[in-house]
């Protein structure tokens, strides 16, 4: 079973404007990592945010959590065409050998 | 690419065959991880092993599901009497484990099973 949710479920933007996409969960956890996927292929590993952090940065992409609302966003700025993928936020917790429990993902489709 | 690979990429079969798979993980790693993503969903976890050791298996893992990783290095994905339910995207992950929680994915083998 999925974890939480992610918000929205789809995302249409035109190139060069922001994406911001939200992920709940409903357990404890350790990490919190967001993932990229183009169609049919693997997972990308974006970033990770430990439970103990607020906000993280890597390029373009912003990520925050609040642990006390167990709520995630990933932002993406300045976007280009090739950030069209599915974006899924997953949970981690070191009790449970850290196994990942992931959200339904965000569709995003960035057009030129 | 992340550095771990599967193989195969694609795999059809027929219903009743058994149908293996296998997995290279990140070779420091010790930590790895099998997971199953059908069409618009998110991965799903399935077994995860520390060295050789298979720790934990879900409930989404029936009897007809085998997985191995002797020597902890490679490891394999068997399952037996294959059904057309099990058509989904089978991904691998490692992890250094020991606190380096990042999980890195491989392309994955995606199964039809006709």
């Known amino acids: 079973s999925q974890q939480g949710e992610e918000d929205p479920q789809a995302l249409s933007i035109q190139e060069g404007e922001n994406a911001t996409m939200n992920c709940s969960y409903k357990?404890?956890?350790?990490?919190l990592q967001w993932y990229r996927q183009n169609s049919g292929r693997g997972l990308v590993h974006l970033i990770l945010i430990r439970s103990n952090e607020r906000e993280k940065h890597s390029g373009r992409l912003r990520v925050t959590l609040d642990t006390s609302k167990k709520s995630s966003s990933l932002l993406i700025t300045a976007s280009r065409a090739a950030d069209t993928a599915s974006y899924f936020c997953?949970?981690?917790?070191?009790?449970?050998?850290?196994?990942?429990?992931f959200g339904g993902g965000t569709r995003v489709l960035v057009k030129p | 690419d992340t550095g771990v690979s599967q193989d195969p990429r694609h795999k059809i079969t027929k219903r009743g065959q058994n149908v293996t798979f296998r997995c290279d993980p990140i070779?420091?790693?010790?930590?790895l991880y099998w997971y199953r993503q059908t069409l618009g969903q998110g991965p799903e976890f399935l077994t995860y092993f520390q060295n050789e050791a298979q720790l934990e298996k879900s409930r989404l893992l029936s009897d007809r599901f085998s997985a191995e990783r002797p020597k902890g290095s490679f490891s394999t994905l068997e399952i037996q009497r294959t059904e057309q339910g099990d058509s989904a995207m089978y991904l691998c992950a490692s992890s250094l484990g020991s606190g380096a929680d990042t999980q890195y994915f491989g392309p994955g083998t995606r199964l039809t099973v006709l």
């Open positions: 070779s420091e790693h010790n930590r």
């Open positions: 357990t404890s956890i350790n990490n």
């Open positions: 997953a949970t981690g917790l070191k009790a449970a050998g850290n196994k990942l429990t």
